[in-house]
């Protein structure tokens, strides 16, 4: 059995700052790369970071120089560090990443940010 679990998403002010984890099975978490995504009510699914077994990280424009991909092989945990949040990042976000060439999706965790 192999899953993604989110976790650490809820209300924040405009500003504020809040960490997801994402705990990860170990064969999924020894891929090559994994990605945070997110969506809005109404709106597609889409990518917010990607960081690979390296550690190289890439981001979307919208959150570049705000969020922080990271991930620690240790504990097999994906995290995502929000700062300065705005409205706009309001979303459920999605831990994503593969079983051999099967993509995995967590459940997804809510980020409510208020202005």
């Known amino acids: 059995q192999v899953q993604l679990v989110e976790s650490g998403g809820g209300f924040v002010q405009a500003g504020g700052s809040l960490r997801l984890s994402c705990a990860a099975s170990p064969s999924i978490f020894s891929g090559k790369v994994m990605a945070w995504y997110r969506q809005a009510p109404g709106k597609e699914r889409e990518l917010v970071a990607t960081?690979?077994?390296?550690?190289?990280?890439n981001y979307a424009d919208s959150v570049k120089d705000r969020f922080t991909i990271s991930r620690n092989v240790r504990t097999n945990t994906l995290y995502l560090r929000l700062n300065s949040v705005q409205p706009e990042d309001t979303a459920v976000y999605f831990c994503?990443?593969?079983?051999?060439?099967?993509?995995?999706w967590g459940q997804g965790t809510q980020v409510t940010v208020s202005s």
């Open positions: 994503n990443g593969f079983l051999g060439s099967a993509p995995v």
């Open positions: 960081i690979t077994a390296g550690g190289a990280a």
